[in-house]
Nanobody
Framework: QVQLVESGGGLVQAGGSLRLSCVTSEIIYFFNAVGWYRQAPGKQRDLVAT???????NYADSVKGRFTISTDVAKNTIYLQMDSLKPEDTAVYYC????????????WGQGTQVTVSS
């Protein structure tokens, strides 16, 4: 059973930084891609950042230049470094891991709240 556990959320002032961590029960290479999504009240869950096994990174336009996704294979951990935070970044952030074979499966963490005050 795949388990993803996030941590690192909290309250921060605009312009500040946070680093989110996601520890997975599986080695990172078990997944074809891992990443972060976020969901604000009344909004859909949107992609924030992903990184594939090949190292290809994808960021939402709204976070490019401010957020950085990385992994530590030895620690089975996915990170999201968030800098220059804005109030519109306020959301619940979810860790995601995707495996595409034999069928596409997405695994999700429980979410961690990030609140950015103005």
């Amino acid at each position: 059973q795949v388990q993803l556990v996030e941590s690192g959320g909290g309250l921060v002032q605009a312009g500040g930084s946070l680093r989110l961590s996601c520890v997975t029960s599986e080695i990172i290479y078990f997944f074809n891609a891992v990443g972060w999504y976020r969901q604000a009240p009344g909004k859909q869950r949107d992609l924030v950042a992903t990184v594939s096994n090949g190292g290809s990174r994808n960021y939402a336009d709204s976070v490019k230049g401010r957020f950085t996704i990385s992994t530590d294979v030895a620690k089975n951990t996915i990170y999201l470094q968030m800098d220059s935070l804005k109030p519109e970044d306020t959301a619940v952030y979810y860790c995601n891991a995707r495996r595409v074979s034999p069928v596409i499966n997405d695994y999700w963490g429980q979410g961690t709240q990030v609140t950015v005050s103005s």
